[in-house]
T-cell receptor
Framework: GENVEQHPSTLSVQEGDSAVIKCTYS??????FPWYKQELGKGPQLIID?????GEKKDQRIAVTLNKTAKHFSLHITETQPEDSAVYFC???????????FGAGTRLTVKP | DGGITQSPKYLFRKEGQNVTLSCEQN?????MYWYRQDPGQGLRLIYY???????QKGDIAEGYSVSREKKESFPLTVTSAQKNPTAFYLC???????????FGEGSRLTVL
């Protein structure tokens, strides 16, 4: 089955700097790659996703890149703000959410 | 407001007792899911249901049971057979079984 690895497990940046979180996946048939943000004591919330027919997607300060050949995808957050502090999860799935597998998460801290 | 409601938010139980966690959604989604979250680990799928009166085991179903008698409701029972039940439990739903997962705020179960 699919295996998703996520790095780093913790990341600390200064406000205004960029943050990059990387994930690799094992199943070349995976075609949907979402990123979720989880604030303390809350459930995860989708912030951006990408499908395998595109290489990059942007939404304001957040971007995701996908390299299908290397089987890795990354989350990029620019001009970080303290409210970006949270745990971020990547995930990968094939045809439906039943086979979605999550990375272990990255705890991002943005220092003011 | 549409969303997913989980209750209780915190629950303490003695070892050997069964516990039922509630999950209700008013998003009119067909698919519902239960995940377990442990520190430093990604979300792991316990059970999922794509339609009423049908559900399937996920990766870590042992020691858990579910029912899906109504579209809006997908309760999870943590039985005494679950060897390590202390965890954060997340319920989610999805429209059509693929794409964005909508999560509840979670239930933290502590077994003493």
């Amino acid at each position: 089955g699919e295996n998703v690895e996520q790095h780093p497990s913790t990341l600390s940046v200064q406000e205004g700097d960029s943050a990059v979180i990387k994930c690799t996946y094992s199943d070349s048939a995976s075609n949907y790659f979402p990123w979720y943000k989880q604030e303390l004591g809350k459930g995860p919330q989708l912030i951006i996703d990408i499908r395998s027919n595109v290489g990059e997607k942007k939404d304001q300060r957040i971007a995701v890149t996908l390299n299908k050949t290397a089987k890795h995808f990354s989350l990029h957050i620019t001009e970080t703000q303290p409210e970006d502090s949270a745990v971020y999860f990547c995930a990968a799935s094939k045809n439906n959410n039943n086979d979605m597998r999550f990375g272990a998460g990255t705890r991002l801290t943005v220092k003011p | 407001d549409g969303g997913i409601t989980q209750s209780p938010k915190y629950l303490f139980r003695k070892e050997g007792q069964n516990v039922t966690l509630s999950c209700e959604q008013n998003l009119n989604h067909d698919a519902m899911y239960w995940y377990r979250q442990d520190p430093g680990q990604g979300l792991r799928l316990i059970y999922y249901s794509q339609i009423v009166n049908d559900f399937q085991k996920g990766d870590i179903a042992e020691g858990y049971s579910v029912s899906r008698e109504k579209k809006e409701s997908f309760p999870l029972t943590v039985t005494s057979a679950q060897k390590n039940p202390t965890a954060f439990y997340l319920c989610a739903s999805c429209n059509g079984g693929v794409g964005e997962l909508f999560f509840g705020e979670g239930s933290r179960l502590t077994v003493l």
